[in-house]
């Protein structure tokens, strides 16, 4: 993995730059990114792009016909250098990471929340509410949920983690316990 988010930094960084000073605004090339994330990461597409047989500009042609909407002219531009490269299908990978420097620009955090039952939107807007008080900045949350955390939730910030799982109190306990 650590080879792909290694080949997938320049462009990531370039689109962000390009992105960053076009008039459209980040918010429409983090959709048009998501979207050419979403479609590369399609098992029927990869094969499609990894035809032998097709050249580079007929994989940029098959790429972009396949994205919904009006493609802008730097798109069509990012998608052939993609393809010239034969870097097509590490889209998901230049999505991910132009995310995390959009977020990085806005000063926004991803809360990535792992909760025993589902929460309702409610439920997640107070929980950001005080994790944002907590860490001391601007979060958008990723909501998952895990059973087998019995109650309570995981909340991860970056390289740090909250965890208020009974899961997590039953282990401290059974720590304290052994020891």
């Known amino acids: 993995m ?4 290694t080949v997938a930094r320049p462009y990531a960084e370039a689109l962000f730059g390009a992105a960053r000073d ?11 990114v998501a979207q050419m994330a979403q479609v590369a990461a399609h098992p029927e597409v990869g094969s499609a792009l990894s035809d032998p047989r097709l050249s580079s500009a007929q994989r940029a042609e098959l790429f972009a016909g396949l ?35 959009r977020n990085r620009h806005e000063g926004v955090a991803v809360a990535e929340i792992t909760s025993a039952f ?14 944002e008080k907590k860490f001391g900045t601007k979060l958008t949350a990723q909501v998952k949920v895990d059973p087998s955390l019995i109650g309570g939730v995981r909340v991860a910030v970056g390289d740090q983690v909250l965890d208020t799982s009974v899961q997590a109190q039953l282990a401290r306990m059974r720590d304290t316990l052994a020891a």
């Open 2 to 5: 650590a080879e792909l988010s």
């Open 22 to 32: 076009d008039r459209a605004g980040l918010a429409a090339w983090s959709e048009l």
């Open 67 to 101: 994205l919904r909407g009006e493609l802008p002219q730097a798109g069509r531009n990012f998608i052939v250098l993609l393809a010239e490269n034969d870097r097509l299908l590490l889209l998901p990978e230049i999505a991910r990471q132009f995310e995390a420097l």
């Open 118 to 131: 589902e929460m309702d939107d409610t439920q997640v807007k107070e929980l950001l509410a005080g994790l």
